[in-house]
């Protein structure tokens, strides 16, 4: 059974920093290539924000325009787990932030980032 499971959520001042991260469990060591971070805001849909584009070792990364520059997706393949470094965070940056697999379709269970003026 392939799980997500992720941490790194937390209450952070506009303008700092918070590094999420996302561990998967089960399926093939290869589903790291088809990994991607999604944000959901309260009363909002849920979107993409960094995702690899291809299923492969050396996939390039595609970023949403409001985190271009200051967001950054790697990721460790001995340890099958994914980061996203969030720097010069933002208020407009507060949602639940979801890791996805979609190899698999399956989806992290979501964590927490808000961040204060």
């Known amino acids: 059974q392939v799980q997500l499971v992720e941490s790194g959520g937390g209450l952070v001042q506009a303008g700092g920093s918070l590094r999420l991260s996302c561990a998967a469990s089960?399926?093939?060591?290869?589903?790291?290539?088809?990994m991607g971070w999604y944000r959901q805001a309260p009363g909002k849909q849920r979107e993409l924000v960094a995702a690899i584009t291809s299923g492969s070792s050396s996939g390039r990364t595609t970023y949403a325009d409001s985190v271009k520059g200051r967001f950054t997706l790697s990721r460790d393949n001995a340890k099958n787990t994914v980061y996203l470094q969030m720097n010069s965070l933002k208020p407009e940056d507060t949602a639940v932030y979801y890791c996805?697999?979609?190899?698999?379709?399956?989806w992290g269970q979501g964590t927490q980032v808000t961040v204060s003026s």
């Open positions: 089960g399926g093939s060591i290869f589903s790291i290539n088809y």
């Open positions: 996805h697999n979609r190899l698999y379709d399956i």
